[in-house]
C-alpha cells in the first residue's frame, strides 16, 4: 500500500467521521495508530474541521471539515483526468 500524504490522511479521518463516531472506530476506519490519530484529531478539532459531541463520546466532522472532504474529492477527480489524458499524449507521441 502507497504512503498516504497529511491530505490523504486528514480525508481519511473527515470521513470517518462524517456520521459520528467513537475514536477507536475513527481510528480503525482511518488506518492510523493512536499516536497518530491523537495528533491529527487534536489539529482538527483546533482548526474546526472536527467537532466533539460530549454527550455521545463522538467526533463528528463539521461543516467545514464537510467542505474540505469535498474539495478534497474534486481535486482527486481533477487529478485522475489530468493523468488519464497525459497518458493519452504519452500513447500519441510513442505512437509516431
Known sequence: M???DRVQIVADILDAAKD???QTQIMY???LSYKFLK???RRLL???LLTKDETAQKYVTSKKGLQ????YDY???SITVVESKKARLRELVQGE
Not at 68 to 71: A, P
Open 2 to 4: 502507497p504512503r498516504r
Open 20 to 22: 459520528g463516531a467513537k
Open 29 to 31: 476506519r482511518a488506518r
Open 39 to 41: 495528533e491529527y484529531m
Open 46 to 48: 483546533e482548526e474546526g
Open 68 to 71: 474540505y472532504l469535498s474539495s
Open 75 to 77: 481535486l482527486k477527480r
